[in-house]
């Protein structure tokens, strides 16, 4: 009997929270389509902003899915209380937890529906539509494609002037820092680029270096080095953190710790992907909280207030926290997991206090 119970809420809570979460993409993607009329230009015109925002739909996907799987949960056990279908399956012998534990069933596949857009789906088409968008606004003019870029490796400071998805960088300078971070050289290449070895190819390579007994210079017309920056972490430095996986992002903290850098804004980019994919796991079950109060005999658009209402809060408290723990130095995972924390423990009280 449980089983059949279990299916039947999956189905009603899948389906509600499917129906919210087209309507807020639509309206997700409306705006998205307004904002990028005003930056068309060159072969950037109506065609592509609509295919632009049509790839950046599983993205957004992915940051409203907390918010539509809690509207959506209290629109679909909503209707079964206001029908008195969840009274009967108390009557019928199911306690508070049995009943918790079918919602959160539940909220387990919409986790993972989520982890999948998160991670496999959303960032890489994210990326592709921005650099669609790039190289169609600016394709007449090669001096504005690419990107300049600072990485270290070690006691190595690079500055790339133009980097390419081809991984093709223009000008480079080097600067090498000796054991007291002081300044021991300074090189410019006038072109370079990675090899399918991963080693940087550098041609008319002019160093300066700087010494006790004076200043030498040396000049090379083709020079091979050997960098800890692959073209993988090149290019993850080249990529908004919102546009890297979870897989990206930890490589990149990883580098940045190991060269001594700031790896705040990426750690809270992580950490808060973390923790809104888990919130997802939450909210069906503080929905179920919600319905056995006053909203078991309240109408539609009384739970869909709520809903947007602790939607809405979740979301601005969790993008303001974000924004000053990098601004305070905060720790960046209890900054991410603080509002899904509340929440969790919001709906253990209201769960508790159910008779």
């Known amino acids: 009997m449980s089983g059949i119970l279990s299916q039947y809420m999956l189905r009603t809570i899948l389906a509600s929270t499917a129906l919210v979460l087209v309507v807020l993409l639509a309206l997700a993607g409306l ?3 307004i904002a990028e009329l005003d930056d068309t230009q060159g072969d950037y015109q109506t065609p592509r902003v609509i295919i632009y925002t049509l790839l950046r739909l599983p993205q957004l996907a992915f940051e409203m899915l907390p918010v539509a799987a809690l509207i959506g949960s209290l629109l679909g056990l909503g209707t079964l209380a206001a029908n008195s279908e969840i009274i009967v399956m108390r009557s019928a012998g199911l306690s508070i937890r049995q009943l918790a534990g079918m919602v959160a069933g539940t909220g387990f596949i919409l986790l993972v529906i989520t982890g999948l857009l998160g991670e496999f789906i959303g960032p890489p088409l994210d990326y592709f539509a921005r650099n669609m968008r790039l190289e169609a606004r600016f394709q007449q003019d090669d001096a504005r494609l690419g990107n300049a870029t600072w990485v270290r490796d ?5 500055h790339l002037e133009r980097v390419s998805s081809e991984f093709e960088f223009g000008t480079v300078y080097m600067f090498l820092l000796d054991d007291e971070n002081g300044l021991a050289s300074i090189a410019r290449a006038e072109n370079s680029g990675i090899d399918k070895d991963d080693r940087w190819v550098l041609e008319n390579l002019r160093e300066t270096r ?4 004076g200043v ?7 020079a091979i080095e050997s960098f800890n920056i692959d073209a993988e972490v090149l290019g993850i430095s080249l990529v908004k953190p919102q546009s890297l996986s979870g897989r990206g992002l930890m490589s990149y903290v990883a580098y940045l710790k190991r060269n001594s850098l700031d790896a705040r804004r990426y ?3 992580l950490w808060y992907r973390i923790a809104r994919t888990a919130t997802v796991l939450i909210m069906p079950v503080l929905a179920l909280a919600f319905v056995f109060g006053s909203l078991r ?3 539609a658009g009384a739970r869909l207030m709520i809903g947007v209402v602790i939607g809405l809060s979740y979301y601005l408290a969790s993008e303001m926290l974000a924004n000053s723990g990098q ?3 905060f720790d960046p995972a209890v ?3 603080l509002p899904s924390a509340m929440l969790a423990i919001v709906t253990i009280v209201a769960l508790s206090r159910i008779r």
């Open 210 to 213: 700087f010494q006790d007994k």
């Open 267 to 269: 750690e809270t980019e």
């Open 335 to 337: 900054i991410a997991w």
């Open 154 to 158: 070690g006691s190595v400071i690079l």
């Open 297 to 299: 005999t309240g109408g």
């Open 216 to 222: 030498q210079v040396f000049e090379s017309s083709l």
């Open 327 to 329: 601004v305070f130095n």
């Open 31 to 33: 705006f998205e389509f």
